[in-house]
Nanobody
């Protein structure tokens, strides 16, 4: 059964960095549009960044210049490099495969001030 497994969350001070990884278990990864979403307490889930199979990328305005999404098709893995983290980035981060509508279990990112 297809699944997405995130890793790399944790607790970091403001200004610090984290890298999230999302490993996919299916070979369809190479044709998938992969995205990172986040959900903070009391807020709706929002798109953070997305990368198509062709490498086209878009970011939420709030993370532009700080976060970088990338993918390694040979490893069926998508990454989210997060720099200059702010307390407002605190949320559960979810990986998503758009075509197959798969979601990971989520990984907590907490940024302390």
């Amino acid at each position: 059964q297809a699944q997405l497994v995130e890793s790399g969350g944790g607790l970091v001070q403001a200004g610090g960095s984290l890298r999230l990884s999302c490993a996919a278990s299916r070979t369809i990864f190479s044709i998938e549009t992969m995205g990172w979403y986040r959900q903070a307490p009391g807020k709706q889930r929002e798109l953070v960044a997305r990368i198509t199979s062709g490498g086209r990328i878009n970011y939420a305005d709030s993370v532009k210049g700080r976060f970088t999404i990338s993918r390694d098709n040979a490893k069926n893995t998508v990454y989210l490099q997060m720099n200059s983290l702010e307390p407002e980035d605190t949320a559960v981060y979810y990986c998503n495969a758009k075509i197959t509508d798969l979601w990971g279990q989520g990984t907590q990112v907490t940024v302390s001030s």
